[in-house]
């Protein structure tokens, strides 16, 4: 296994976080911080088709949006029912 790069949480259609007690917390947003993705260019202060949000700079990225995924709601469940 390795950790999620940027282009990673760019792709994704959801997000989740895990733990060894059987937990499974959907994340709807990962804020990047100061965290800098130089190969997108977009309008500034956008968010774009995939849910990207963009701030002041054109080729910075604030946040990746994640709402309402079936995959990671019924990822969710399964484990909270078993």
Same mark, same amino acid.
């Given at each position: 296994?390795?950790?999620?790069?940027?282009?990673?949480?760019?792709?994704? @259609? *959801? /997000?989740? %976080?895990? @733990?060894?007690? #059987?937990? /499974?917390?959907?994340?709807? !947003?990962?804020? +990047?911080?100061d +965290?800098? @993705?130089?190969? /997108? /260019? #977009?309008n500034?202060?956008?968010?774009? !088709?995939? *849910?990207?949000? &963009? *701030?002041?700079? $054109?080729? +910075?990225?604030?946040? &990746?949006?994640? $709402?309402?995924?079936?995959?990671?709601e @019924? %990822?969710?469940?399964?484990? +909270?029912?078993?």
């Open positions: 296994l390795r950790p999620p790069t940027l282009d990673d949480l760019r792709r994704a @259609s *959801g /997000v989740f %976080i895990t @733990s060894t007690s #059987r937990l /499974v917390m959907p994340v709807h !947003e990962v804020a +990047l911080g +965290l800098k @993705s130089s190969s /997108v /260019v #977009r500034t202060g956008s968010v774009d !088709e995939d *849910g990207v949000k &963009y *701030g002041d700079a $054109p080729s +910075l990225p604030t946040s &990746y949006c994640y $709402p309402n995924c079936r995959t990671t @019924s %990822i969710k469940r399964w484990v +909270l029912d078993d």
